[in-house]
């Protein structure tokens, strides 16, 4: 079973969070959620308080698939300010595992240098900020194993494109028909 590291900060927005989580496991993936602020819980932008499986400095990064940054603001500022954020997604990376950052949080990938020679999309108003090989305003845009995509309106097509790269196209459309999806 692929396991999935969700990168979990104060502010995260709700929907970017929880539309994923539900849909990687209906999918039959194991998600586990790491707070990056050393606290056993976290609340998101208005106001879902949750508790995280695992702090990320007591994660062992090797044993998971991908890592998936919600955004939502203050949440992508407090991933961006996290030196840990950026050293575990320039691991996943450097060892060619799968990448998955919507709304803003692409911006941690930026300024890890991990979108310099990439195609990729952000938040609308964020792209000034994002540095890339190609912005791009699709609504999900994969580039080699990163996955990027717009903002909580998106975070379906998202989750959906997240399952069909850790699984593949048929169990996406199962999930897809489950949910009665467009």
């Given at each position: 079973m692929k396991t999935i590291l969700f990168l979990?900060?104060?502010?995260?927005?709700e929907t970017e969070f929880v539309t994923p989580f539900?849909?990687?496991?209906?999918?039959?993936f194991n998600v586990v959620l790491a707070s990056i602020s050393g606290?056993?819980?976290?609340i998101g932008a208005h106001g879902l308080k949750i508790e995280v499986d695992i702090l990320l400095e007591n994660a062992e990064l090797s044993q998971y698939d991908a890592v998936l940054l919600p955004g939502g603001n203050p949440g992508f500022k407090n991933l961006l300010a996290s030196e840990p954020v950026e050293k575990?997604?320039?691991e996943f990376f450097e060892s060619d595992r799968f990448i998955f950052a919507i709304c803003a949080a692409p911006l941690v990938l930026s300024k890890a240098g991990i979108l310099a020679n990439l195609k990729a999309t952000c938040f609308p108003g964020c792209e000034s900020?994002?540095?890339?090989?190609?912005?791009?305003?699709?609504?999900?845009?994969?580039?080699g194993?990163?996955?990027?995509s717009?903002?909580?309106?998106?975070a379906e097509e998202f989750a959906l494109e997240c399952i069909a790269l850790?699984?593949?196209?048929?169990?996406?459309?199962?999930?897809r028909e489950q949910i009665v999806a467009r």
């Open positions: 979990m900060a104060d502010g995260f927005e539900d849909y990687l496991q209906r999918a039959g606290n056993t819980s976290v575990t997604v320039l900020d994002m540095l890339c090989r190609e912005f791009s305003e699709e609504r999900v845009v994969l580039d194993k990163v996955l990027t717009r903002g909580a309106g998106t850790l699984g593949d196209v048929s169990l996406r459309e199962t999930i």
